[in-house]
């Protein structure tokens, strides 16, 4: 969300930010927003002018009181018929800044409506595009291989060790859902530990948040279209289950203002996640890939504006080691304008090789989103000269297992149906290095 002051004195910068980003319906919000300001600013005039009116008559009434104990007879009524006049004035008064304080909630609910919709400025290095289609592949690492043997599709290989079971989940829970078992339910937590660990290892605090959040945090976290198409909201309670250990984890800082010195804040949460979206949109969709919930080892910085963009290029790199670290090939994709969410000011997705596909796909999420969050949930930092401003918060996914679990299951597959364990995750299987099919 943006200072609406910046948006009054640049209301071209603005706009052209809204073009960047292909949401040209959003156009007149500018200047729809900037009019409903200026009414707000003068109904807040009004509101002072009111006060020192009513302020003064109040203080005039004073003295009055004293000279109505000594008076007497005619001067006595008049002195009364003042107080009177003042009275009246003051409860007229009073009753117009009821009204005016009425125009002003609504004026700053309508504002405050509008700024939840106008996206944040976007990084000037951000490439411009319509959508995902046109994002832009930066680098690769690890070399990106085609065994000579059919690699089958993610669920049969998981299968074959007796390590899912959709069928149940679909009675018990439906579409969308999973029993992961065995081995494979084994590797699925390794992955959380050792990404745990990992992340430990960079200096990262270990923490897990609550899984249930108050609607002002959801809105204060995520964008409004974020909010209606992820959220599980539970009924009859201002609750709301997370989509992503981010969202309360930033959270826990609302209304907080930071030393400087406590700068910065790293931390690296496990959580389940909970999302509506279910892929219908072809095979590749199906499977694990996308899912009502999974469970995720996340990466969360908040930090001074200075420094955010040199956190965002070390979060995105800690994801390429870690897939590195498990052989996992990768390629770092730059999102173009259209593809960020409205709060983002700049952000990545790593994506993981797929050798059964011959493509990558997202396993990571990397994003910037400069002080958005913070604005809207009142992080501040307290600088050495006493003074408050804005901090900037980073999230990164470090690992999220269904996904992870496709790119570790397809790179490590061997021709007889075994899967190789990658070396860091053997302390986390009890010391087993190979998985042998069941059947």
Request: glycine share 8%.
């Amino acid at each position: 969300m943006l200072d609406i002051r910046f948006i009054r004195e640049n209301p071209d910068v603005v706009k052209e930010n809204i073009k960047k980003k292909f949401q040209d319906a959003k156009l007149p919000m500018v200047d729809e927003v900037i009019d409903l300001d200026a009414q707000r600013r003068t109904a807040i005039g009004q509101v002072e002018e009111l006060k020192a009116a009513r302020n003064k008559l109040s203080k005039a009434n004073g003295p009055l009181f004293g000279q109505l104990k000594k008076a007497e007879g005619e001067a006595k009524a008049r002195i009364q018929a003042q107080i009177d006049e003042n009275m009246a004035a003051v409860k007229a008064d009073e009753e117009k800044l009821a009204e005016l304080d009425k125009t002003v909630a609504a004026l700053e609910e309508k504002i405050h409506h509008i700024m939840l919709q106008i996206p944040q400025i976007i990084d000037p290095s951000v490439p411009i595009g319509k959508d995902d289609s046109e994002n832009v592949e930066v680098q690769r690492f690890g070399e990106p291989l085609v065994p000579d043997f059919e690699i089958p599709y993610h669920t049969e290989i998981m299968e074959s060790f007796d390590g899912i079971d959709m069928d149940a989940a679909g009675r018990v829970s439906g579409n969308g859902f999973y029993y992961l078992l065995g081995d494979i339910a084994r590797l699925h937590e390794a992955v959380l530990a050792y990404g745990r660990d990992f992340m430990i290892g960079k200096g990262f605090t270990y923490c897990i948040p609550p899984f249930m959040i108050h609607g002002n945090v959801v809105e204060g976290v995520m964008s409004q279209t974020d909010m209606e198409g992820m959220m599980y909201k539970i009924e009859g309670e201002d609750l709301y289950l997370i989509g992503t250990s981010e969202h309360s984890m930033i959270g826990r800082f609302i209304d907080q203002i930071i030393p400087e010195e406590k700068l910065p804040q790293t931390l690296t949460s496990y959580s389940p996640c909970f999302r509506k979206e279910k892929g219908a949109h072809g095979i590749e969709e199906r499977g694990v890939y996308r899912i009502h919930q999974f469970e995720k080892q996340e990466m969360i910085v908040v930090c001074k504006p200075e420094d955010s963009m040199k956190w965002y290029e070390e979060m995105w790199k800690y994801s390429v080691e870690l897939f590195r670290s498990m052989d996992i090939p990768v390629r770092q994709l730059e999102c173009c304008s259209g593809d960020l969410a409205d709060l983002k000011v700049k952000s990545c997705d790593i994506e993981a090789w797929s050798p059964r596909q011959q493509k990558y796909f997202e396993v990571c999420s990397c994003s910037n989103l400069g002080d958005a969050q913070a604005r809207r949930l009142k992080i501040r930092i307290k600088g050495g000269d006493g003074k408050t401003y804005l901090a900037h918060t980073l999230n990164n996914t470090c690992v999220a297992p269904p996904r992870m679990l496709i790119a570790l299951l397809e790179n490590n597959l061997q021709a007889d149906g075994s899967v190789k364990i990658p070396e860091v995750l053997w302390p986390y299987m009890g010391g087993t290095k190979v998985l042998t099919p069941k059947h």
